[in-house]
């Protein structure tokens, strides 16, 4: 049995770009969301008297209710359908880093941090899942890659907030102007109800399903938090995750020691962390942008191998010439175009999106893809724990970092035994071997 409605090759120009603005700015907030804690720790303690040990809770919880947001907005967005399901994550995005700005103690933040953990974890499901299915197949990996490298600009925005916020507003007050930044995604809320489409295909999908008209096979499944662990679907789940996660293992083992690095090892200081962070964002959003775009053109696993031995390269690079001192300018450090060059192999996770999406069907699309990436975000949450506990053990930072690599090795090896799927069309109809 098959459906009119065999892909999103039927969209109209306006409608594309309505999805793609929401997805763009809906990933960027969420990553400012995830990452300006990191520069507002301190403020914080100060004004609610918080230790130190109840400042990383906050941040371990808003990580551990990514997971919740991942998973639970990813099975909505099969169950109430997309656009319901990304109104609902920038609802609780928005509200929680609002409410958060209100925070009179550590209880009060600790519950709004959460909200927002909820919502930075299911907004990525939410809106890349609705840019794939809109977006047409030959062209899915470049918007995937365009929305991925906003995590860069979401990272530039935390920086420069964060700093104008203690240059203008002082300590007391900048981490509550910093948090209302974080806010904003609730104009695009009023955005994304009054003029985005809802996927074509889930509604007619969703119109078959209530009206009985079904194959017996899909009659005959069960939820998607199920069937994802089911035949083709769990072997994709499986390697689809651990490739992420060995990703993000590589990715944390650079990006969360390397303020520490420079300032405590290298001679640094904070203003050389924001100069180096603000120009490495530019490599990053590069490499992003990139990988997506060359997954279009050739495949989503040569562009994971290609942006991968990048990295890899980076990575040796660190070994040979990363261990200077500062000299006293940030573009004559070797150091930093290390970390550029690294910042440049960072593009696998722009084909993400993409390449989970076209593993599952439209019923179960939306979950396989959230809680894949979720679960490899979890994976990957070992390295904040491992890398300090290496550097202990050999008295290096530095050295302790390197032992990234091997995540981005394995990442790579992962992502040769997932199918190509380049250029799928998607169809209303689907079965679940999709090799």
């Not at 709004?112 to 939410?126: D, H, K, Q, S, Y």
């Not at 970390?339 to 989970?356: E, K, N, R």
Request: glycine share 12%; aromatic share 12%; proline share 3%.
């Amino acid at each position: 049995m098959s459906s009119a409605i065999q892909g999103p090759e039927d969209y109209t120009e306006r409608e594309r770009n309505f999805v793609t603005w929401s997805a763009v700015l809906g990933y960027g907030f969420d990553f400012y969301n995830l990452i300006i804690m990191a520069f507002l720790l301190t403020p914080i303690q100060h004004t609610l008297g918080m230790t130190l040990a109840q400042s990383g809770l906050v941040v371990s919880l808003t990580l551990a209710a990514s997971v919740l947001g991942g998973v639970s907005i990813g099975w909505l967005g099969d169950k109430i359908g997309r656009k319901n399901a990304l109104l609902a994550s920038l609802a609780l995005l928005a509200g929680g880093s609002i409410l958060s700005a209100f925070s009179w103690d550590f209880e009060s933040l600790m519950f709004f941090r959460v909200l927002t953990g909820i919502g930075v974890g299911g907004e990525w499901g939410a809106g890349v899942v609705l840019l794939n299915e809109v977006w047409r197949s030959h062209g899915r990996g470049t918007g995937s890659g365009l929305v991925q490298a906003m995590s860069a600009a979401g990272t530039a925005l935390a920086v420069v907030v964060a700093t104008f916020g203690l240059a203008q507003f002082g300590e007391a007050q900048s981490w509550r102007f910093a948090l209302l930044v974080g806010g904003i995604p609730v104009f695009l809320m009023i955005f994304v109800r009054a003029k985005m489409p809802e996927s074509r295909l889930w509604l007619e999908y969703e119109r078959l399903r209530k009206e009985n008209q079904l194959p017996d096979e899909k009659r005959q499944e069960k939820s998607a938090l199920v069937e994802i662990f089911r035949g083709a679907s769990l072997r994709y789940f499986l390697l689809g995750a651990l490739m992420c996660g060995c990703y993000v293992v590589s990715y944390q083992a650079i990006t969360i020691f390397m303020p520490t690095l420079i300032i405590r090892d290298l001679g640094g200081n904070p203003g050389v962390v924001r100069s180096v962070t603000l120009i490495w964002c530019i490599f990053s959003a590069i490499g992003l942008f990139s990988g997506g775009w060359l997954s279009d053109r050739f495949g989503r696993k040569g562009a994971v191998v290609s942006a991968t031995l990048v990295c890899i390269v980076g990575y040796l690079a660190f070994l040979l010439l990363g261990k200077t001192p500062y000299p006293g300018s940030v573009l004559g450090w070797s150091l930093f175009w290390c970390y550029a060059l690294w910042g440049l192999g960072q593009g696998s996770i722009g084909v993400f999106g993409p390449w989970f999406a076209e593993l599952f069907p439209v019923e179960l699309r939306s979950t396989g893809t959230s809680v894949t990436f979720t679960a490899g975000r979890m994976v990957g949450a070992v390295m904040p724990y491992l890398v300090p506990q290496i550097a202990a053990s050999l008295h290096d930072l530095f050295t302790a970092m390197m032992f990234g690599v091997a995540g981005a090795i394995l990442s790579l090896t992962f992502a040769l035994f997932l199918p190509e799927t380049a250029g799928r069309r998607f169809a209303v109809i689907e079965g679940k071997e999709r090799t």
